[in-house]
RNA sequence: GACCCGUUGGUGAAGUGGUUUAACACGCCACCCUCUCAAGGUGGUAUUCGUGGGUUCGAAACCCAUACGGGUUACCA
């Protein structure tokens, strides 16, 4: 009986060669020196910050280079599987505008790409090629290590201080006869397939990382398994090789927790003479714990989760700097150059990444945002409020719908001038800034004057009401009229002259404008009163005044 | 325990032997402007480069130790 029997045995169904593979996925035709980069989330969760870092720079490592983006599903792992996870990815992906050149969703319903299957589940036979290449030439073997010797074998090595895992005598079934293979397999003994790995513990390589430099490990000499008993699927490395050769991956961008496998990619790679792809390992995304540092969390930390960003409404291009920014530092300098260019414009390096982890700065984010939503118009504002409020806001979105004009007003107030007002960071605050415009929403509401007598106040509204306000009057005239009055009923309307004498007068100015203020808007803190006033309308001005009076 | 990686301010960081008593941005503070808020303007804050030793005329940068932090050590990715 011969290694060709034991494979037969193992994978009767696998007739097709490696070579017939390699024809099937020629290598790419792109121009010299594009970038084929890859996605590929396993489907076991919600999108976290760090893999939307991990595409941002797929994709424009992708697109720098005119090359390819494209997504691959990694489900090997089918206890893990989380309902809907991919989807979610599909929607991050859509509403970030990132969408990939190559995929598959609905189980190859919608499929696009010539290097499929994107599900690793559907590629099964593809692995099992490779397998039962390695399986014939000895490079492989089924082991048949229980869990419990596995778990015995690992305390025996902790507590002889060794290295732990499925190496040279520890791996019982490595050189097991053939013969004695097959029968335990006839005999229905459950196997996992490892590797027979021909490295050197003591020998050391160096490997080249893009983002770290150079990098040096002592060789794999691990048996890793590469195909699970479970469902015949291989391991991530196994699969890693597998599909990101045969899919002509060019750079690998992944987490820095994968800089420990290395070895292990690099001795795959090496057993079949493919060329392994550049890699840049990407800096964890970190938090800050009271003192202490550590990996940013999707259950301790909402904004680990992508969800959080489309919850409090932050434009996505404003998470994608905030991103970038994260990517490489030069990146805020480039984007004050070119203001209006796309992100994919910016020339990513990925050694001026850094290698160890990163804070993400929500502060920071806020402030890019900020000043984004301050540079748009009035209808982006607009059309932006009311997509975020269709899904988390359906009140205030009916309202947006019935005042379109009215709202796109109230979102220009001091934006068309040079330096534009900077108070919406993003789209849910909105509301909580700009309520009080809406009668809708007006009509409950409560005054507070503070430390204004009541009488005063009545006396000094009808006054201006009757007396000083005038609809049509410009800005100038309209200031001029609230000083006027000030004049008339002892408050200062100079403010310099207010804080030389302040005995002198029953308040100032801002007093006087305090007052109007609270009864239009029930606020003491709003943006530019006439401006308020001018889009509320004689109408509303005078109801609200009544409502007061 | 083993193997890797990292360590510049509150945050992201620039920086690869001398123009660095460490850029820039965010934050924070103060003042100015001002009808409040926001914005804007001006100024300020803070790292002496984890620590110790060495190399050098000269080090944040090179070397060696050491401490600390992180990652990996699954038939999870």
């Known amino acids: 009986m011969s290694r060709e029997d034991l494979a037969n045995l193992i994978f009767p169904n696998i007739t097709k060669t490696i070579a017939d593979l390699e024809e099937c996925y020629a290598p790419r035709n792109l121009k010299e020196g594009a970038m084929v980069t890859r996605y590929a989330p396993s489907p076991t969760g919600f999108m976290h910050i760090g893999n939307f870092l991990a595409v941002v720079i797929d994709y424009v490592m992708a697109k720098n280079s005119q090359g390819i983006f494209y997504l691959r599903n990694e489900d090997t792992d089918q206890a893990r599987e989380v309902d809907g996870a991919i989807e979610y990815i599909r ?253 994919t414009e910016f020339n990513f390096s990925p050694k001026k990444m850094s290698s160890s982890g990163a804070l993400f700065d929500l502060d920071k984010l806020d402030n890019i945002s900020k000043n984004y939503i301050s540079h748009l118009t009035k209808e982006e504002v607009y059309e932006g409020v009311l997509a975020w409020s269709q899904t988390y806001d359906k009140e205030f979105y009916e309202i947006l719908k019935k005042y379109p004009e009215y709202s796109m007003q109230i979102y220009n107030i001091e934006r068309e001038q040079k330096k534009p007002r900077k108070d919406y960071v993003y789209y849910s605050e909105i509301k909580e800034k700009t309520w009080y415009m809406y009668d809708e929403y007006f009509k409950d509401s409560t005054y507070d004057f503070f430390e204004y007598p009541e009488e005063e106040v009545r006396f000094m509204l009808k006054t201006y009401y009757q007396e000083y306000y005038q609809e049509s009057d410009s800005e100038e005239e309209w200031f001029n009229q609230i000083k006027k009055m000030c004049d008339q009923l002892g408050y200062a309307s100079n403010m310099k002259e207010y804080k030389e004498n302040p005995t002198k007068y029953k308040g100032s100015i801002v007093d006087v404008t305090n007052i109007i203020r609270i009864a239009l808007t029930t606020l003491s803190m709003t943006p530019n009163l006439y401006d308020i006033m001018k889009i509320l309308g004689p109408e509303r001005v005078m109801n609200r005044f009544q409502k007061f009076l």
């Open 91 to 343: 929607h991050v992906l859509e509403n970030y505008h990132m969408e990939p050149d190559e995929y598959e969703y609905l189980d190859s319903q919608e499929t696009k790409g010539n290097y499929g299957p994107y599900i690793q589940s559907e590629r099964k036979e593809i692995y099992q090629t490779f397998i039962k290449h390695l399986l014939i030439e000895g490079k492989a073997y089924p082991c048949f290590l229980t869990q419990e010797e596995m778990d015995s074998i690992r305390k025996s090595q902790a507590r002889d201080k060794r290295r732990i895992g499925i190496y040279g005598r520890f791996a019982k079934y490595r050189d097991l006869p053939v013969e004695e293979a097959i029968q335990k397999i006839q005999a229905g003994e459950k196997y996992t397939i490892r590797l027979k790995s021909s490295g050197d513990f003591n020998r050391k390589f160096k490997f080249n990382d893009l983002a770290n430099g150079e990098l040096e490990f002592p060789e794999n000499d691990l048996d890793i398994p590469i195909m699970k008993s479970s469902n015949g699927l291989p391991t991530y490395h196994f699969a890693h090789l597998v599909d990101d050769h045969l899919m002509r991956t060019t750079h690998v961008v992944r987490g820095q927790e994968w800089i420990s496998s290395i070895p292990i990619h690099y001795e795959l790679f090496k057993t079949f003479g493919f060329k392994m792809p550049k890699y840049v390992h990407i800096p964890l995304i970190l938090k800050k714990d009271g003192e202490k540092v550590r990996k940013i969390s999707k259950r301790y930390d909402p904004e680990a989760k992508m969800s959080y960003y489309e919850e409090k409404g932050y434009p996505y291009q404003a998470v994608i700097e905030a991103i970038m920014t994260i990517a490489n530092s030069n990146y805020e300098a480039w984007r004050e150059g070119h203001p209006d260019a796309d992100f």
